[in-house]
């Protein structure tokens, strides 16, 4: 038998090949590299000018030149030529795998492994389709038979990770980026991702240690460039998020993470137009991604275009941040219809001050000719069974009575197309318990004080469903010391509205009731008899507001979206609502001195 036509031989050329055109499709060398390696593969066919080897491989450059249609047709030939032919198959399906074509992918790299079942690399490809396409049990399977195939390739441990890291299991894919840095010392890839796996655990020094190692041995590293720009942001060094941002625009202009980055950064900036336009460009180029729809309606709702920004909004349950607490139901939306006697129920979606906020609706979905079920969590529901329009409120603990209609709280606005100047302001639209009030009535008046009763609340509720939300509640949090310079106020008695969070020192001299406030119809009962309320941004502002009683809020620099910019006031709390914001990212002395001029003029 001639040696070129063994089997042996073949499997180590088709494996050259592999190498090869592997290199070409991912390497991204631009055209000098394209057209070394067309000479290679011209070579080969000249030496083979009768195997299909020069067909398939005009495939693959008309692929990397940009021309898929032709690309495909040669591949599609090639198959028809060497239906068996494992090396057609991987080469196609890399094609697909480039072109995020993950199910053709899988069949192709599927036949591969059917007829090489030691082809490691092709089940490391399959596990990293399958991770794409949400199998990750199937995923990991894949990369660990790769593994078992090839216990030593670098590539394999960092897809193994990749997917263990998606799974939200950071230990283990800690150690699998681990064992590839030892397999590949100095590797960018690898350390970034261990700096991704610090941020996921919150330790953003950890993880801008992390970029910075990988962008010391690779500076042109747009993956890089765009984690340490969100680093650099949730550390308020605004403008520095900025620059790691275009650099790693420079350098991949066609990239939406970074462009959404980029809106971000601009956004917290308080440059709102342009932070609309870099989420635009980056919806262009993945006009499917849910988290930058949501992004882009946060910044047109602040701009107050609530026309466009509540559209965006719907995209709100498909991003990761909501994606966990979207329910199911098996009876219809709400898409506005009108009533006519039959049963619609209301549920809570997020926080407890957007619910405060968005129940106001309540009355005129009543006036619309429904019978509203609401649906709250337990620590709301006596004081949203307060709101006019609803016939029922019920926690998820309860047997929720039959419905013809369901309506998350925060579509309301979508359904009654509501403007900043057609929003729903009458307050307030929630009262207390009589009883209850009377007995924090009876509870201050024993103090014997006639000083202004003024409530203080200083950190919101802790949230770890992600980095975003912890850095968010991190930034409209301060420190009960902070609000030292209020207590300097004479005429005053503070009693604080804390739930959690940090005590406040010994020597404020706080009245602290807290403890005996169950919910949040107790906090209510307890704020009807003070005169001020003044809170970081929190649900006891949306409840303060809610009850009619004046509220002031500190506000961080990169105010929520309801806050709008630079205002003062709210159109959801008119002549209730004041705001007091930060002049600068991080920084509170300002706007606590401000606050602290305010209430000796009212002392």
Known sequence: MDPDTTPKHWADRDRQIEDIVEYLIFSGNGQEKVEQTRQVCIELWRKNPENHTFVFLQGVVNFVEGRKNEAEAWMQKAMTLVPQSTAVMYCYALMHLARNNYSAALLLMTRVVSFQPDHARAYAHIGHALRKTGDMAGSLTAFDRSLAINPHHAATLIGKGNTLKEMGLLTEAAACYKLALALAPGNPMVINNLGVIRFMENDLDGAEAFYREALAIQPAYPEALNNLSVIRRFKDDLAGAVGHCRKALALRPSYPSALNNLGNTLKDSRLLEEAVEAYREALRLDPGNADIHKNLAMALLALGHFDEGWREYKW???????????????????????????????????????????????????????????????????????????????????????????????????????????????????????????????????????????????????????????????????????????????????????????????DFGLIDWMADCRDFADTAALIANLDLVISVDTAVVHLAGALGKPVWLLNRFNSCWRWFVNRNDSPWYPGTLRIFNQSEPGVWDDAVLRVQEALMELV
């Open 316 to 506: 709100r349950w498909q991003s990761k941040q909501f994606s966990h607490i979207s329910r199911s139901f098996n009876r219809p939306e709400w898409r506005g219809e009108a009533g006519g006697g039959r049963t619609i129920l209301i549920h809570a979606e997020q926080g407890y001050g957007d619910t405060l906020q968005f129940c106001r609706y309540v009355p005129r979905v009543r006036e619309m000719g429904f019978n509203v079920l609401m649906l709250v969590p337990p620590q709301l529901q006596r004081i949203i069974r307060t709101l006019n329009g609803a016939a029922d409120c019920f926690t998820h603990t309860d047997d929720v009575p039959g419905f013809d209609f369901h309506c998350p709280m925060m579509h309301l606005p979508i359904v009654f197309k509501t403007e900043v100047e057609t929003i729903p302001a009458a307050v307030p639209y929630l009262r207390p318990d009589a009883d209850d009030e009377a007995r924090w009535r009876d509870r201050i008046s024993a103090l014997g004080s006639e000083d202004l009763k003024v409530g203080l609340v200083w950190a919101g509720s802790s949230r770890l469903q992600s980095p975003d939300l912890i850095i968010t509640d991190r930034k409209r949090s301060i420190l009960p010391e902070c609000l030292a310079p209020l207590l300097e106020v004479a005429n005053v008695q503070f009693f604080s509205l804390q739930k959690g969070g940090p005590k406040a020192p010994a």
